[in-house]
């Protein structure tokens, strides 16, 4: 089983920029999928991005798509989240989430693995 811990939310101006991260341990089985949700008081919690275990796979959301930016380091075991071009639409509580399997989904149903989220708040 993965344990999640994400880090790195706060509070930002409209057109600024934050980095999210998440730690990964336990264990890990390729291939596997990483991915970012986020969710606000009163929404379904929302895919923004996912990175296949490889690398070679990523999707994104349309809504950041152009913006936000997922990698990974594998040999520290971190999950990253570039956000650029912040805007207010963007607040919410981000989530990392992991599964495994070779399948990409967007649904979070499908994600077995979910940190304690980390608060991002951007204001006008």
């Known amino acids: 089983q993965m344990q999640l811990v994400e880090s790195g939310g706060g509070s930002v101006q409209a057109g600024g920029s934050l980095r999210l991260s998440c730690v990964v341990s336990g264990y890990t089985s390729d291939p596997y999928w990483m991915a970012w949700f986020r969710q606000d008081p009163g929404n379904q919690r929302e895919f923004i991005a996912g990175i296949h275990s490889s690398g070679d796979r990523t999707y994104y959301a349309d809504s950041v798509k152009g913006r936000f930016t997922i990698s990974q380091d594998n040999a520290k075991n971190i999950l990253y989240l570039q956000m650029d071009s912040l805007m207010p639409g963007d607040t919410a509580m981000y989530y990392c989430?992991?599964?495994?399997?070779?399948?990409?989904?967007?649904?979070?149903?499908?994600?077995?693995?979910w940190g304690q989220g980390t608060q991002v708040t951007v204001s006008s």
């Open positions: 989430a992991a599964r495994y399997g070779t399948d990409f989904h967007l649904e979070w149903s499908w994600y077995f693995s």
